[in-house]
């Protein structure tokens, strides 16, 4: 029996489109209930369950007389509009069996990437907890642009399972479990724990499902058991029939453990649940300092300044030489200000234009290496 998973008060489950579904793109009714039995059973046991749920478009697509997932966003989104109520509303039915209600929460980017936002969603959803309620999280694909948007519901659980500081993170596929390649492949072997980046070294990871229905694919759920695992919360990935055995504990799937330390919430959220607005990139020496020293990012270590920002927002740090970003942060001044600065002494900034200008341009506190 795995302890981490019998042992788990609140627990995260991520289910996916073709998990939910019939190929035509209706609701399987049979596979809905069984889930909702499953996660009824276990919020009646006394465990807090959050539900991230693929599967408003997939539904929204037989009574649109849709023959397949829409390629534009316009027509996923329509699709997204019809689907997403008839998605809650047998949710909504199948967990008042249980005597359950259910919330529905609907998420953009915006809600977990900037801090306000992020905040206001984890208040949001530790009430519903405490109320007994079930929250059913979705992304609000019916509002969401192709630059505002998750693109699965892998990384959304795995950011979802930190916000309410999850003790678990279970993602339900088509697959079985994670392979060392094509799972159809007579020579691809089951990988029954993932212990560290070492244990995924030389795997093939698939980028699609089989289905034709979702947007994820493995390598989507393996960056997604990367995020929560960083921030101590194992992760089991597994076939949605097998949802059953695996929340009981039983050893089927891929169990990949938890980091032994966990990182502080507001850096977890830097790295993982922002998306850069901007670009600064150092020199050599300003890399050695920030990577190397952990220290400040000044203005004498930037060589150059890209995208539109203000003071606040998520930036990324990138090596100049290698073009590869190796941090993140929250910058101290506004794109504009910045080109005027660089290359200058703190010293010789505040001797020129006023003491408010010999200040960093990104703290250490404010920083997290990539």
Known sequence: ???????????????????????SGGIDEQRLDTLI???????????????????????????????????????????????????????????????????????TVDDVTRRAHYRNAYRTLRKLLDLGALPIVNENDTVATEEIRFGDNDRLA?????????DLLVLLSDVDALYTGNPADPSARKIPLVRDERDLAGIAIGSAGKSGVGTGGMVTKVEAARIATGFGIPVVLTAAPL?????????????????????????????????????LHLDAGAVAAVVGRRKSLLPAGITAVDGSFAAGDPVDLVDAGSGAPVARGLVNYDAVELPALLGRSTPELAAALGPGYEREVVHRDDLVLL
Do not use: C, N
Not at 89 to 100: I, N
Not at 261 to 266: D, E, F, I, Y
């Open 37 to 107: 039995d499953i996660l009824g059973g276990l919020a009646g046991a006394g465990r807090e369950v959050v539900l991230v749920s693929s599967g408003a478009i997939a539904a929204g697509l037989a009574p649109l007389h849709l023959p397949r997932r829409p390629r534009d966003l316009a027509t996923q989104q329509a699709a997204a509009a019809v689907g997403q109520g008839r998605l809650i509303a047998r949710y909504t039915a199948g967990f008042a069996r249980h005597d359950l209600t259910v919330a529905q929460v609907l998420l």
């Open 158 to 166: 795995a950011l979802v399972a930190a916000l309410v500081d999850a």
């Open 243 to 279: 949802a059953g055995q695996v929340l009981a504990g039983d050893e089927v799937g891929t169990l990949f453990e938890a980091a032994a330390s966990r990182p502080a919430a507001r850096l977890f959220w830097l790295a993982h649940a922002t998306a850069p607005r901007g670009r």
């Open 1 to 23: 029996m795995r302890e981490v998973v019998t042992g788990a008060h609140r627990i995260v489950v991520k289910v996916g489109s073709s998990s939910l579904t019939t190929a």
